[in-house]
């Protein structure tokens, strides 16, 4: 820039959550030369490699652009990716090649790497000057540094005091954002449940389906975020359908005489006496075994309808690695939820107490499932994924997803009869085991670099 050069750019570098300092570093932007921001030394913008493994040594460029448009050439720049590992994000968008910058766009390096935001502002001459950036001869030491470089002052101080539109509406600049990075949808999704209860006030049996609904959701949606692999919400909600279209089938009756009839797994009745033994082995069979191999159903069917099927519908539906079997797995442990609890926990309350009761039971009830019935599926649903990345091993993998899955089931069942602080307990270790299982998929993901939510730890 020069003297006379009215405006002034600079990446200025978004604190991260953990980060102590008060003031970020900002980098001015030269006019005639490009800037790359990377891990390698002789980029102009070094990132710390002990700070940010996930960017590439040569991860993007800024590169200037003359408008000749206008009579005082207002300066653009541009931002590409140098075919980094972890890619490049403009306003949450992976890059794909090169892309105008415009005032207040956010650049991220890797999908949770660190975060710049572009500025351009029209400024007095001497603050242009005082930001001036001195070209630099190749194969020199870089002019800034993040990891040694002093911070300069934040960009609100080299700004003038005019305020623009979008300052004053943001909604004009990061409404693009808003789907991405503002949970939008599930906030949408939230009023929209809350409009919908508030007209069902009165009317039992709608308003617990709606709260159940939402609950199981919210549920969904956690594991959803966890696993970070995206599957069409058309094939999650085929999973959950056809869960409760066979709960509604003569599927169960036979379940019911062959694990609680044929073998071992007849429930006790309320207030009969039994042994821990006597206890723990019906719930494994009539409960453990037997639930899990229902809910396993429509994985199972996604599993064949993925091989039968031709692309791309193949790859939508069917399960082709663990966090396919984990997220269908969990959606139908939704449905399964549902219908037990919707269909029979709470119409029985309610007819041996009152309403408020049944509604008492159904919040602890779906919100539990996540440490509950979703934590087992989701488990099973992981060995049923993992045995397509294992073909030879398979029936090893699933009969130690099924039978550990079981045992959790049944753990869970006979806690609850015996007091809150041992039920606590299990609900804690379902869940560790859910977890351990997603994190472990995430690492195993043969589309992890798709994925969302797979970073694991710093180094790439």
Not at 28 to 41: F, N
Not at 372 to 384: K, N, R, T
Request: charged residues 15%; positive net charge.
């Amino acid at each position: 820039m020069t003297d006379q050069d009215p405006y002034v750019a600079f990446l200025w570098q978004v604190p991260s959550a953990t980060s102590i300092e008060r003031n970020s570093p900002c980098y001015p932007l030269s006019r005639t030369q490009s800037v790359t921001v990377g891990r390698d030394t002789y980029c102009q913008i070094v990132l710390d490699s002990s700070l940010f493994g996930m960017v590439s040594r040569r991860h993007a460029q800024i590169r200037p652009i003359l408008n000749f448009k206008t009579q005082v050439q207002e300066p653009l720049w541009e931002i590409c990716d140098l075919n980094s590992a972890n890619g490049t994000y403009l306003n949450g968008q992976r890059l794909q090649g090169c892309q105008v910058l415009q005032v207040g766009d956010r650049i991220g390096l890797g999908g949770n790497g660190p975060e710049f935001i572009f500025e351009c502002h029209l400024v007095e001459p001497s603050a242009a000057s005082h930001l001036a950036v001195v070209p630099q001869p190749s194969h020199t030491v870089p002019f800034q540094s993040a990891a040694t470089a002093p911070p300069l002052r934040s960009p609100r101080l080299v700004a003038t005091d005019s305020v623009t539109l979008t300052q004053l509406f943001p909604i004009l600049s990061t409404g693009r954002e808003l789907a991405h990075k503002a949970y939008l949808v599930p906030g949408i999704v939230t009023v929209g449940f809350v409009v919908l209860m508030f007209a069902a006030v009165g009317q039992p049996v709608a308003f617990n389906l709606l709260l159940a609904t939402y609950l199981v959701g919210a549920a969904y949606y956690l594991v959803y975020q966890l696993c970070g692999k995206r599957k069409p919400w058309w094939v999650l909600l085929g999973a959950l359908g056809v869960m409760v279209l066979i709960l509604r089938s003569p599927i169960l009756s036979t379940f019911i005489v062959l694990f609680r009839q044929v073998l071992p797994g007849r429930l006790p009745i309320p207030d009969e006496s039994t042994s821990f033994l006597r206890l723990i082995t019906s719930m494994f069979f009539g409960a453990g075994l037997m639930e899990e191999l229902l809910k396993a159903l429509p994985v199972l069917l996604a599993y064949w309808l993925g091989r039968c099927l031709r692309s791309p519908w193949r790859e939508q539906i069917g399960v082709w690695e663990p966090l396919d079997g984990i997220l269908l797995g969990t959606a139908a442990a939704a449905g399964f939820t549902l219908v037990e609890t919707l269909g029979q926990y709470v119409p029985d309350i309610e007819q041996q107490s009152s309403s408020l009761e049944g509604l008492q039971l159904l919040i602890p009830r779906v919100l539990g499932s996540v440490a509950g019935h979703i934590a087992y599926s989701g488990y099973l649903g992981y060995f049923v994924g993992l045995t397509v990345l294992k073909p030879r091993k398979r029936w090893f993998i699933l009969s130690i997803g099924y039978l550990t899955a079981a045992i959790l089931h049944a753990l869970w069942n006979a806690a609850g009869t015996i007091n809150a602080l041992l039920l606590m307990i299990v609900g804690v270790v379902s869940y560790a085991f859910l977890a351990a299982a997603i994190l472990k998929a995430r690492q195993l993901s043969p589309t992890r670099s798709q994925n969302f939510a797979t970073r694991l730890s710093k180094s790439p």
